[in-house]
Nanobody, 118 residues
């Protein structure tokens, strides 16, 4: 089992940047495909990005392509999300999670709030 804890959220002006981190406990972090999700005000939680076990394969939702970069450091058991050129529509609670198989994510963290002011 893996426990995930997000950090790095905050208030930023539109056009600014933030870097989110997701610290994982346990020794099995590197075995999982992991991803970032977000839930905006009044919206359902949506997929943002994912990264393969070794970090060489990444996927992004179209709205963040070219602005966000997902990465991982398996030696540090940490997942990252570098967010640049932030927009007001990026506002929401950001969660990290692990792919338990067949695209089903679990081990959700508690989330970190990102607020982008326009």
């Amino acid at each position: 089992q893996v426990q995930l804890v997000e950090s790095g959220g905050g208030l930023v002006q539109a056009g600014g940047s933030l870097r989110l981190s997701c610290a994982a406990s346990g020794r099995t972090f590197s075995r999982y495909v992991v991803g970032w999700f977000r839930q905006g005000p009044g919206k359902e939680r949506e997929f943002v990005a994912s990264i393969g076990r070794s970090g060489n394969i990444t996927y992004y939702t179209d709205s963040v392509k070219g602005r966000f970069t997902i990465s991982r450091d398996n030696a540090k058991n940490t997942l990252y999300l570098q967010m640049n050129v932030l927009k007001s529509e990026d506002t929401g609670v950001y969660y990290c999670a692990a792919d338990l198989g067949a695209g089903q994510y679990g081990y959700w963290g508690q989330g970190t709030q990102v607020t982008v002011s326009s």
